[in-house]
């Protein structure tokens, strides 16, 4: 069986913020993890912070981006890429874990539906880029708006 030639997708986090700790080295703090996005009003602007966590047994360099695609029916075009942000991530061949934070920037989400974040890597050995899983973060969708319920009437018995 051979090794994989690119690394592995282990997690994909989708939040507002990611810090580092100033204690413990290769610990980060992810803030406001997502699974979706409710908005004032369409169409709603949003920064996002896409953290990966990845494995490889070989040492080498690889780069890759993370794109926020709109899903979108094939009569309106298919989806439509909102955000892409590109990233370097290098393996010594002795850590088989590395982690990596990829923001992207003042999203424009302009429409309600599903969004989802495509992971691709290439590295100095390939010559082709390769899809990753596929993760779905925000579903944006408008915040309800609750009518104010009036004078209430008696129940009549």
């Known amino acids: 069986m051979s090794a994989a030639l690119v690394p592995r997708v282990i997690t994909v986090a989708i ?3 990611a810090f580092a700790s100033d204690v413990e080295a290769n610990v980060l703090t992810l803030e ?3 699974h979706g996005v409710v908005a004032e009003s369409i169409p709603h602007v949003h920064s996002l912070n896409v953290y990966l966590l990845m494995s490889h047994y070989r040492p080498g360099s690889f780069s890759g981006n993370v794109r926020l695609m709109q ?5 309106e075009g298919g989806d439509r890429m909102v955000r892409y942000g590109r990233f370097e991530i290098a393996f010594d061949g002795r850590h088989e874990y590395q982690a990596v934070v990829v923001p992207l920037e003042a999203c424009v989400l302009d429409r309600a ?3 989802t974040a ?3 890597l290439a590295g100095d050995d390939l010559e082709r ?3 990753s ?3 779905c973060p925000p579903i944006c969708r408008p915040r309800r708006r609750r009518n104010s319920p009036g004078p209430r009437r008696p129940r009549s018995r």
Not at 71 to 75: G, H, I, K, L
């Open 133 to 135: 899983p596929t993760s």
């Open 113 to 115: 539906g599903y969004y």
């Open 71 to 75: 899903e979108r029916p094939a009569r």
């Open 32 to 34: 406001n993890v997502r």
């Open 129 to 131: 880029r390769s899809p």
């Open 15 to 17: 939040c507002d913020e």
């Open 118 to 120: 495509e992971v691709r």
